[in-house]
């Protein structure tokens, strides 16, 4: 059993058109990660989200956490060829339970 | 560096072997994770250490995987009698302390199993 799931699973889109994508679980978190992973190199973080409700922006990435901490988007405003790789998600039940991920979302952004 | 470091980059064994996989997290950071990744697939969580406490085992796919972590800082993760199904990348991450810390990343040891 997956215990986050991510959609979708992957996504072609042309540069400038925006997008989201969604991390669900039936899971409470108390907290849930973002991190992007490029080709060949380990994931990197993007943004942490600890309240319910919470919304954080990174410059075109807007980060949603749900009121209910089972759920995120990730919006992405006039995408980039350099937003390209896979986007992961990550929650944590507790603060003694590890980090567990997503299978991720693959963005290719064409130019 | 200053960064996670895991070793061997590559390993390409046969069938059958034991191989270790090595890992070097930033100093100071109390908390360290193995995870492995298909490919294509997202990251399977493994085993996790946090201080002294008793490592989370749970993610250990069989009794053929095994890590250690000597004197809080580096780790071992072994992989006995390996098979096919066990060719992933494995990446060793750690993070500074409990809750919501960052993880940080190695950028793995590529297992090929023949």
């Known amino acids: 059993t997956q215990l986050l799931e991510q959609s979708p699973q992957f996504l072609s889109i042309q540069e400038g058109e925006n997008l989201t994508v969604y991390c669900n679980s039936s899971s409470v978190f108390s907290s849930l990660q973002w991190y992007r992973q490029e080709p060949g190199e380990g994931p990197v973080l993007l943004v942490t989200?600890?309240?319910?409700?919470e919304v954080k922006k990174l410059k075109r990435l807007t980060f949603q956490f749900g009121d209910a901490r089972k759920d995120s988007s990730l919006h992405i405003t006039a995408a980039q060829p350099g937003d390209t790789g896979l986007y992961l998600c990550a929650g944590k039940e507790s603060g003694n339970t590890p980090l567990v991920f997503g299978k991720g979302t693959r963005l290719s952004v064409i130019a | 560096g200053a960064g996670v470091s895991q070793s061997p980059s590559n390993k390409v064994t046969e069938k059958g072997k034991d191989v270790e996989l090595r890992c070097d997290p930033i100093?100071?950071?109390?908390?360290l994770y193995w995870y492995r990744q298909s490919l294509g697939q997202g990251l399977e969580f493994l085993i996790y250490?946090?201080?002294?406490?008793?490592?989370?085992k749970s993610g250990l796919p069989s009794d053929r995987f095994s890590a250690e972590r000597t004197g809080g800082s580096v780790s071992t993760l072994t992989i006995q009698r390996t098979q096919q199904e066990d060719s992933a990348v494995y990446f060793c991450?750690?993070?500074?302390?409990?809750?919501?810390?960052?993880?940080?990343f190695g950028e793995g040891s590529r297992l090929t199993v023949l």
């Open positions: 250490f946090q201080g002294n406490s008793a490592p989370d």
């Open positions: 991450a750690s993070s500074r302390r409990r809750g919501t810390g960052e993880l940080f």
């Open positions: 989200v600890v309240t319910g409700g």
């Open positions: 100093s100071g950071h109390t908390a």
